[in-house]
Nanobody, 121 residues
Framework: QVQLVESGGGLVQAGGSLRLSCVASGRTFSSYVIGWFRQAPGKEREFVAAISRGGASTSHAASVKGRYTISRDNGKNTVYLQMNNLKPEDTAVYYC??????????????WGQGTQVTVSS
């Protein structure tokens, strides 16, 4: 049982940057792998990045590798997604999720409400 709230989305020009935040409630935040997923109109929700419980290990989708960086601060119950060199194809609703980890939506039990990221050309 954990509640997640994303923030930091908005409108940005191609080549710009945004930093998304995911703030969790509760006292068991460090028990979960945290993932970021995104969903564009008409498409399925897809994996973006994930970070291990202690933050030592990360994984990024090939489409964002080198541009996005996931990190976490367990003391603040917060996970971040730094997004640089944004492209129009990055436009989507971005969700953070807590669970067992991996690339599959099914592996995550708790989800935030999402935050809209729009990248203009």
């Amino acid at each position: 049982q954990v509640q997640l709230v994303e923030s930091g989305g908005g409108l940005v020009q191609a080549g710009g940057s945004l930093r998304l935040s995911c703030v969790a409630s509760g006292r068991t935040f460090s028990s979960y792998v945290i993932g970021w997923f995104r969903q564009a109109p008409g498409k399925e929700r897809e994996f973006v990045a994930a970070i291990s419980r202690g933050g030592a290990s990360t994984s990024h989708a090939a489409s964002v590798k080198g541009r996005y960086t996931i990190s976490r601060d367990n003391g603040k119950n917060t996970v971040y997604l730094q997004m640089n060199n944004l492209k129009p194809e990055d436009t989507a609703v971005y969700y953070c999720a807590a669970g067992q980890g991996g690339l599959r939506v099914k592996n995550y039990d708790y989800w935030g409400q999402g935050t809209q990221v729009t990248v203009s050309s």
